[in-house]
T-cell receptor, first 114, second 111 residues
């Protein structure tokens, strides 16, 4: 079974530029998560989708971050404009359903904002 | 979300057992105890979870105290590939399903 795919793996941009990350979850997984992991900290949930609907985006900085999950499969996370403090690893995870299911994580996208 | 407390770091030797502790004194009756680990430059991966009884799988064992206020992840025979950050997380069966990660324990394995 193929795992969660993410691209790009690395991205370097200057502050105030925009950037987008892509995630392809495990086939058939209804729930998709985006996490932000700042160096030295544990991952923090940004947004959770159930199929193509948003379940939780309470910690998503909506003035600059946006995410969508078209047709309930792939997802993109966008930052516009980026700030220095957005430098982090952005992790995508998926699970078959929601209730206490194991989450499967992708390798992450490492973003550096200069 | 209920809070867990873990040591920042631990060190062990290859082929020896490792016991990773986790305190969760405010755990509720419906909280499951989950463990994930994160190897260098990778996303977290599921290790094991339990509610009240001790649990075993191919990766590890989970020992849960009788009062459920603490638990211990046991790696029976550590290898160099077990070097990672280990996260102990409480998940409410009926509540929010998100994983709330703390700082975790950074485990170093000496050859």
């Amino acid at each position: 079974e193929a795992g969660v795919a993410q691209s790009p793996r690395y991205k370097i941009i200057e502050k105030r530029q925009s950037v987008a990350f892509w995630c392809n979850p495990i086939s058939g997984h209804a729930t998709l998560y985006w996490y932000q992991q700042i160096l030295g900290q544990g991952p923090k949930l940004l947004i959770q989708f159930q199929n193509n609907g948003v379940v939780d985006d309470s910690q998503l900085p909506k003035d600059r971050f946006s995410a969508e999950r078209l047709k309930g499969v792939d997802s993109t996370l966008k930052i516009q404009p980026a700030k220095l403090e957005d430098s982090a690893v952005y992790l995508c995870a998926s699970s078959p359903r929601v209730v206490l299911e194991t989450q499967y994580f992708g390798p992450g996208t490492r973003l550096l904002v200069l | 979300d209920a809070k867990t407390t873990q040591p920042n770091s631990m060190e062990s030797n290859e082929e020896e057992p490792v016991h990773l502790p986790c305190n969760h004194s405010t755990i509720s009756g419906t909280d499951y105890i989950h463990w994930y680990r994160q190897l260098p430059s990778q996303g977290p991966e599921y290790v094991i979870h339990g509610l009240t009884s001790n649990v075993n799988n191919r990766m590890a064992s989970l020992a849960i105290a009788e009062d459920r206020k603490s638990s211990t992840l046991i790696l029976h025979r550590a290898t160099l590939r077990d070097a990672a950050v280990y996260y102990c997380i409480l998940r409410d069966e009926g509540g929010a399903q998100k994983l709330v990660f703390g700082q975790g324990t950074r485990l170093t394995i000496n050859p």
